[in-house]
């Protein structure tokens, strides 16, 4: 069965990055001049998703407005001939992609936000895409698990390895065999194990490819010790019955749910954008010049 749909959980709070997310999205916080959920609908749209489904909460409707025309913005647009900034404008409303929203009217967790989208999906295999995470390569990472799905008819989840110290923020696999170049037979799921108890350094990095037996094992998977429904606990109880299998991915990822990593992250887009590459890369030479002297004083 063809992959077409997604689900992009959206409903967080974004702590991390208090003062500004009392009122506004982590989700639309910009990436140069693109918010970070439209690199994750770019992604599902360059993957063959056809319809989305959004998972919001409370004051997330700037995520739906702007995936919304916005005639009076337009019309002043074409009003002063700023014909680029217009056809910017339209492009983002004509992605070509269906997008729906439902709410989280509760912080429960991601295995919740997921289970949120069971209507949605029906009896079809689907994507989550966690918008933290920004991937590049070549093929999108999503595209990369649709293959996947499409040879092995299974769940996939995308992991990669990550720092030892660090794995205690990740969901972490353990793996049994790889049963070819990059795809891993996966013994178990643990979240967010401790560093002396993780079973390896391949972790979970917010790409997903689920069939629909996961939505009744959601239904009955209990709260962990925060009230919440953890979706990589889920998981763990689909690969007892069924195969899910972890894919390598070997791009780069960009973590943005932090403001080190977003900071970085920004940046080393603004090296790649037309507008700034050029000044930007001047001001970071003199900069490195700046500090090297104050470290020398």
Do not use: C, W
Request: hydrophobic residues 35%; glycine residues 8%.
């Amino acid at each position: 069965m063809k992959v077409r749909k997604a689900i992009i959980p959206a409903a967080g709070l974004g702590t991390r990055f208090m003062p500004v997310t009392k009122s506004m999205p982590k989700e639309m916080l910009p990436i140069v001049d693109k918010p970070t959920i439209q690199f994750i609908v770019e992604e599902a749209k360059k993957s063959g998703i056809e319809d989305i489904l959004i998972v919001t909460g409370k004051n997330k409707r700037s995520i739906e407005d702007h995936f919304d025309s916005n005639p009076e913005l337009e019309q002043n647009l074409q009003e002063k001939g700023k014909t680029g900034l217009l056809k910017m404008s339209q492009d983002i409303t004509h992605l070509g992609i269906n997008i729906y929203y439902t709410r989280q009217p509760y912080p429960a967790g991601l295995g919740d936000a997921i289970a949120r989208g069971r209507s949605f999906v029906g009896d079809e295999p689907f994507v989550v895409m966690l918008g933290d995470d920004l991937m590049m390569d070549k093929v999108p990472l999503t595209k990369q698990l649709i293959d996947r799905y499409n040879e092995t008819h299974a769940s996939t989840i995308a992991v990669m390895p990550v720092p030892h110290k660090e794995v205690s923020k990740y969901g972490i696999i353990k793996p049994e065999n790889e049963i070819m170049p990059g795809l891993i037979n996966v013994k178990s799921f643990v979240e967010k194990p401790a560093v002396d108890k993780a079973p390896s350094d391949f972790a979970i990095i917010g790409r997903y490819l689920l069939t629909p037996e996961i939505f009744p094992i959601l239904a009955e998977q209990k709260p962990d010790k925060g009230g919440e429904i953890q979706l990589t606990d889920a998981i763990d109880t689909m690969n007892k019955t069924q195969r899910v299998f972890a894919h390598v991915f070997n791009g780069v990822r960009h973590d943005v749910g932090n403001k080190e990593n977003y900071l970085e992250t920004s940046i080393e887009y603004g090296l790649k954008h037309p507008e700034t590459k050029d000044a930007l890369r001047k001001y970071i030479i003199n900069l490195g010049k700046k500090l090297e002297k104050q470290g020398k004083e």
